[in-house]
């Protein structure tokens, strides 16, 4: 049987909290998963991560829209910014309109990201949070953050 994950990580990829941060953004998400049936464990790592969304299957360029070759070009792309085992950097020229942009700023079509800290929720036992509620957890964190939900 599969399990839902609801992650929760800052928008900006390198961020890392201070203990103070994490402590309060933990707290914060606790207050939100009152129902969880799992554990909240929070992840940092000096590589980044991809996390992503159950039922990614397509990119879409952030400045127009046009939708990316996937896997196809997105993969390349993936290998040329982690070819060491880490990465450089997550710039990115897309080829549609020939924007500047990073892997973590396309749009893909189920929230995903890249992380040096994240917050795991097994099971959370709830719907999507809402605007507000992710406010908070980026008040509480100092960095605005992003929802997404996986089933492993
Ligand atoms: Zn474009």
């Not at 890249?114 to 507000?132: C, G, K, T």
Request: net charge negative; aromatic share 8%.
């Amino acid at each position: 049987m599969s399990e839902t994950v609801l992650y929760v990580i800052p928008s900006d990829p390198y961020f890392q909290p201070d203990q103070a941060a994490n402590s309060r953004a933990v707290a914060q998400v606790e207050e939100l998963v009152p129902d969880a049936l799992g554990d909240i464990e929070t992840d940092l790592s000096d590589a980044l991560v991809f996390v992503h969304g159950t039922g990614l299957e397509s990119v879409s360029c952030p400045a127009c829209g046009t939708q990316l070759d996937f896997p196809g070009w997105w993969m390349a792309a993936m290998d040329e910014a982690f070819r060491d085992g880490s990465t450089t950097g997550l710039a990115v020229k897309v080829p549609c309109c020939g924007s500047d942009t990073t892997l973590n700023d396309l749009v893909y079509n189920v929230p995903s990201g890249f992380a040096r800290y994240r917050i795991r929720v097994w099971s959370p036992n709830r719907r999507m949070l809402d605007d507000e509620e992710l406010a908070g957890i980026g008040a509480a964190l100092g960095r605005p953050v992003r929802q997404i939900w996986s089933l492993v």
